[in-house]
């Protein structure tokens, strides 16, 4: 192959892995311009359009859900969207800090400095850190009613005895490797004649340009320890059951980064649900009856429900109810998030218990025993 044939081929592949980014505005089937209400509403419907819940098995609903999650999560962060809106999808990545003159939308990335030039020898400030996620188990009756939630979890601090240095005296010295930069400039053969300049991360301090002498003996010269910390946040009545709360810059601190986000998953525990199931706004419930309240009726039941409330079902004398039988009461499910006192419905599902032996209504004999 030629060697010009080669860096077209490089070339175009590079572009292409640019231009191949979503466009956020669509993903929301949004214009530019739309409002915060109009992208959460976009937000709420695809979610739940696309949510797994409701398309079991379908790999290309999991995929758009994923897509929808991951727009949102920018276009409804309004100074991520300002950066989106600028730079594209490289100035959220490098938090508004891209290189001037890029013609692959004003980012970060150069491609062609990247391959052929020795890439960016600036370093390009203080990094993101991580996103660290955590499952809060929330009952059912929490998820109705709203709740202040509170938790502990163990997270990454940075390390009081040495204030973040990892040196039991506090005290760094410019690492001789990099001069303080943290990377190496390294040089590699791609052709003969042709060479690729690129900077890697300095092997003698990891990257941190400072070295230490003396180890902290609380952090073993890490500059960072586990530590457990406390957060609490309210959950709005309603809440859909795997919603993520985050928690901004609440992620492992270290010296080395930027904290990134804590992103706690709510997630429906089996405990005080009340014998209630939840599908989105609708609970459902199934409630048995003996054989004689299902053919002579003339019945009522006052069933528990959340908030030392309770629900009440009756029966007009000979009113019969078969096995199966489904009764919807509106207005009585789960609180509709950001609906004005809008509820789902309670849908109830009636199990006959027939006498021992019985198993449905055609066994006479046993049943004209029992009434």
């Known amino acids: 192959m030629h060697l010009t044939s080669f860096i077209f081929l490089i070339c175009a592949a590079l572009i292409t892995s640019v231009l191949c980014e979503l466009d956020y505005y669509k993903v929301l089937g949004l214009s530019k311009g739309s409002g915060e209400k109009e992208i959460k509403s976009a937000y709420r419907q695809l979610s ?211 904290s990134g986000d804590l992103q706690a998953h709510l997630e429906e525990s089996s405990v005080r649900n009340l014998g209630y199931r939840r599908r989105f706004d609708t609970l459902y419930r199934t409630e048995a009856l003996t054989l004689k309240e299902a053919l002579l009726g003339d019945w009522k039941r006052d069933i528990p429900f959340f908030g030392d409330d309770s629900v009440t079902i009756t029966r007009n004398k000979g009113e019969i109810v078969m096995d199966g039988d489904v009764q919807v009461i509106k207005g009585k499910g789960m609180p509709i998030l950001d609906g004005p006192e809008e509820f789902g419905d309670l849908i109830i599902e009636y199990k006959i218990i027939f006498p021992g032996g019985a198993k449905n209504y055609k066994d006479s004999k046993l049943i004209r025993d029992e009434l």
């Open 48 to 258: 739940k359009k696309y949510h797994p819940d409701k398309n079991p098995g379908d790999e290309d609903a999991h995929h758009k859900f994923i897509e929808v999650g991951e727009a949102y999560e920018v276009l409804g962060d309004e100074s991520k969207r300002k950066l989106y809106d600028q730079y594209g999808h490289e100035g959220v990545k490098q938090g508004g800090n891209p290189r001037g003159g890029n013609p692959f939308g004003g980012g970060g990335f150069d491609p062609f400095a990247s391959f052929f030039g020795g890439g960016q020898r600036q370093r390009q400030g203080r990094p993101k850190g991580h996103t660290s996620d955590v499952r809060v188990d929330i009952t059912l009756e929490d998820f109705y009613l709203g709740s202040d939630l509170q938790f502990d979890v163990e997270m990454q601090d940075i390390c009081p005895h040495c204030d973040g240095t990892g040196s039991k005296d506090k005290e760094t010295h410019t690492c001789s490797g990099c001069q303080g930069s943290g990377m190496k400039i390294m040089k590699r053969q791609l052709a003969p004649g042709m060479f690729q300049q690129f900077q890697t991360t300095c092997n003698e301090c990891g990257g941190k340009g400072k070295t230490i002498k003396n180890k902290c003996s609380h952090c073993q010269g890490e500059a960072v320890h586990r530590n457990a910390r406390h957060f609490e946040f309210y959950m709005e009545p309603g809440t859909a059951k795997s919603h993520i709360h985050i928690f901004k810059g609440e992620g492992d601190h270290s010296p080395d980064w930027d």
